[in-house]
């Protein structure tokens, strides 16, 4: 009996390592080691520890037990959650530990959720286990398993609420704990009252005919953009809404009484008097968030410092129990917030000057265009840092919720920023990108760096989140790099084969160069990209690497479930349909193509306002950047002077619409023609197929085409009737609307 005690003692120490650097957790595919709990575990204790023993066993192949802790105990012990060790750590919430004691290994954080988070960094930071996405994790294998013996890590993450706007995180909550993000885009808020609550609480349909006054006063009438915020009946209405959701949902402890998403804000007498007071049009908003917050003393009551509001007021302080949620949407992104965007980084130390509670919504993607490419990368880490540094607890990284540009490495990197602003960036990108693209890894890293030292150069690029890739067809999407680009991912395709789920992920990588590409050939031009060539025979023809370029498009985006090409919710089908229509045009002959242009009408600000937009071949995608002419607030009317007398018998022209930018299809367009460019006969009216309202589609194409009789012409008048101003419904009421209109073809 002594001896076999002896040889237990022996083993004890030739597993453990008792007196050297390490502990041997496991070794040579045996442990002395069981996963201790507390005696009455939380759930989220037990998943940690279920977490623990599961990657413990891939690694090494030996699942140690997992035990509670007022059982009788033997061995050495991992101590998982709020057990006696964890008890006498003085561990802050929030906070984990990572730590040796003697023989045992104690993993606990300040709360449940913190404890699960310590299991994935001990798995992370000591076992080199990776978590790339819901699908690609990598786990080291090996027969034993050690840490070092003196192991006494803590930490306190700085934000302590950590959203990234991803669907990786929304739909796979495993993974969100794996990189420490929540589940949801509003955690902890009323479900139904996240942001822009305002027309919620005080519905337009309810009361603007009946109480007009509720809503805000802009020239001389009332709108229902937004309240009118010294309106004690408003206050009324606002504070029972309130109060009956919180009954509804007694479980949340924050919710919005905050701004619509628009600039109409109300100039009434009283609420100018405020807004004069303090400087800000913030003043009424904080004094009427204020005189509701006070109502609900055990609850956060969160409001906007957004767009018109983003100025802190000079005197009035937030009440302890408000929110304010300070918003970067304006912000250039192709550098750091703290060297492009200064007035925000001040906005950020006023408002910390009146309060604690911040909570930032910052951005991440470009809205307009999720698949484009989009070199802000290199300027996350500096604003995390920035946001960090000025005390804000809560952060809201909106990326695009749909897959965009490098998804999942967009969104692990900023998760990992968000746990930790101070870790080396290029070295989790390097991690990133060998562990997720293996042997492809070189040619990607190589399209990130070129893409953002080619931004760094160009001091005035203003990289905009409604921005467009066209904007950038002469810096870092000219044609050169783009060949340049579709080479290293060609390269990485051919580095990777045989590995068909790497290629997967190569594909939706090289999805936005395919995008870049598609947009650049709206362009037509034969030097660089073109959508039309000529074969052998002279004759015309789609080009062949066009078509390679968008069936590659279809089939990622189905394999990948990208769905949608915009917030606007302007889908990848509606997209493909109409490059489709856009290849038709393209290759029907044109006589308008290279004619003189004269407008009769003052064009505004796109396309360089130059009239011979309308007749030079290119062609205008789903943003307004790219190959439209636009015109605010007045009609478009054009003659086309055609190069020679010719026999025409068709007209089109394409407009865009785009709802929540005050862009709409004209009310009608009508065409005529003249000999001698004085005398103009009429062809005749086409008119707006879909006209607007509430339920219009947001982004959306529309052709006015006309067919007639064949006459002779030289001139052709082309007049688009515009609805002027945006209607009361519109969160633009009262403001100038704009029509854009693209090539203008004539046979």
């Known amino acids: 009996m002594k001896n076999r005690f002896l040889l237990f003692i022996a083993a004890l120490l030739s597993l453990s390592g008792c007196g050297s650097s390490e502990l041997k957790l496991i070794q040579n595919e045996n442990s002395i080691y069981r996963i201790v709990v507390p005696g009455n575990p939380d759930n989220l204790e037990l998943k940690a520890a279920g977490e623990l023993q599961k990657y413990l066993a891939e690694i090494s192949g030996v699942e140690l037990e997992v035990v509670r802790e007022n059982e009788t105990l033997t061995g050495y012990k991992i101590y998982v959650g709020n057990t006696a060790p964890g008890k006498l750590s003085n561990i802050r919430k929030d906070e984990i530990l990572i730590k040796t004691q003697a023989e045992d290994v104690v993993i606990a954080g300040g709360d449940p959720k913190s404890t699960l988070y310590a299991v994935y960094t001990f798995l992370e930071n000591f076992l080199d286990c990776r978590f790339y996405s819901p699908q690609a994790e990598v786990i080291p294998k090996s027969e034993s398993v050690a840490i070092p013996g003196n192991t006494d890590y803590r930490y306190l993450p700085p934000v302590t609420t950590r959203t990234v706007h991803s669907r990786l995180y929304y739909e796979n909550h495993e993974f969100a704990d794996k990189r420490k993000s929540t589940y949801k885009a509003f955690p902890r808020y009323v479900p139904s009252a996240g942001v822009h609550t305002f027309h919620r609480f005080v519905p337009a349909d309810k009361y603007l005919k009946s109480n007009p006054e509720y809503f805000a006063l802009r020239n001389g009438r009332r709108i229902p953009t937004q309240l009118c915020l010294t309106n004690e009946n408003v206050l009324k209405i606002v504070v029972g809404q309130v109060d009956s959701l919180l009954k509804e949902y007694p479980d949340a402890d924050v919710i919005s009484v905050s701004q619509d998403d628009n600039t109409q804000y109300c100039q009434c007498d009283n609420c100018k008097a405020i807004d004069d007071r303090e400087g800000s049009p913030s003043g009424s908003v904080i004094e009427f968030v204020n005189q509701v917050a006070r109502e609900f003393p055990d609850k956060m009551i969160s409001t906007l410092a957004y767009q018109y509001t983003r100025t802190a007021p000079r005197r009035i302080k937030p009440e302890k129990n408000v929110l304010i949620t300070l918003c970067s949407i304006e912000c250039d992104r192709s550098a750091p917030i703290d060297e492009k965007c200064t007035d925000f980084a001040k906005d950020l130390t006023d408002w910390g000057k009146l309060t604690d509670n911040i909570r ?119 044609p050169e790099l783009l060949k340049q680009y579709d080479q290293w991912y060609e390269e990485a395709e051919k580095a990777i084969a045989g590995k068909p789920e790497v290629l997967k992920r190569v594909r939706r990588a090289r999805i936005s160069i395919d995008y870049a590409i598609l947009e650049a050939a709206r362009i037509n031009d034969p030097e660089s990209f073109a959508m039309v060539s000529a074969n052998d025979k002279g004759e015309r023809q789609i080009s062949e690497d066009l078509k390679t370029r968008l069936s590659r498009f279809q089939e990622t985006c189905e394999e990948g479930n990208i769905t949608l090409m915009n917030e606007m919710r302007y889908s990848v089908e509606e997209y493909l349909s109409a490059y489709e229509n856009t290849l038709s045009r393209a290759m029907g002959e044109n006589t308008a193509v290279g004619s003189n242009v004269k407008l009769l009408q003052a064009p505004k600000k796109y396309a360089g306002e130059d009239p011979q937009t309308l007749t030079d071949g290119a062609f205008g995608g789903a943003n307004f950047y790219a190959n439209w002419l636009g015109f605010e607030g007045n009609d478009l009317e054009c003659i086309i002077e055609l190069n020679n007398e010719s026999e025409i018998n068709h007209i089109s022209s394409d407009y865009l619409q785009v709802v929540n930018h005050i862009v709409f299809f004209p009310t009608d367009v009508t065409y005529y023609y003249s000999i001698d460019g004085i005398s103009y006969s009429l062809l005749g009216k086409t008119n707006n197929k879909r006209p607007l309202s509430k339920k219009s589609k947001i982004n959306d194409i529309q052709s006015f085409a006309l067919d007639f009789s064949p006459v002779t012409a030289r001139y052709v008048k082309v007049v688009a009737n515009s609805m002027k101003t945006a209607p009361d419904w519109h969160h633009g009421a009262g403001l100038p609307c704009w029509i854009f209109v693209d090539e203008v073809i004539i046979r």
């Open 360 to 478: 930032i919504w910052d951005y991440t993607t470009q809205f307009t265009n999720f698949l484009a490419p989009f070199p802000n990368i290199h300027t996350i880490k500096s604003n995390i840092e920035l946001f960090r540094n000025n005390n804000a607890k809560w952060i809201f990284e909106q990326h695009s919720h749909h897959p965009s540009e490098l998804f999942e490495l967009r969104s692990y990197l900023t998760a990992k920023l968000l746990w930790d602003p101070d870790i080396d960036q290029d070295s989790i990108i390097s991690d990133f990108l060998h562990g997720y693209y293996e042997e492809a890894a070189p040619y990607i890293h190589n399209y990130i760096t070129t893409v953002h030292d080619e931004i760094k150069k160009e001091s005035d690029f203003f990289l905009f989140l409604y921005g467009d890739p066209s904007q950038g067809f002469k810096s870092f999407l000219r």
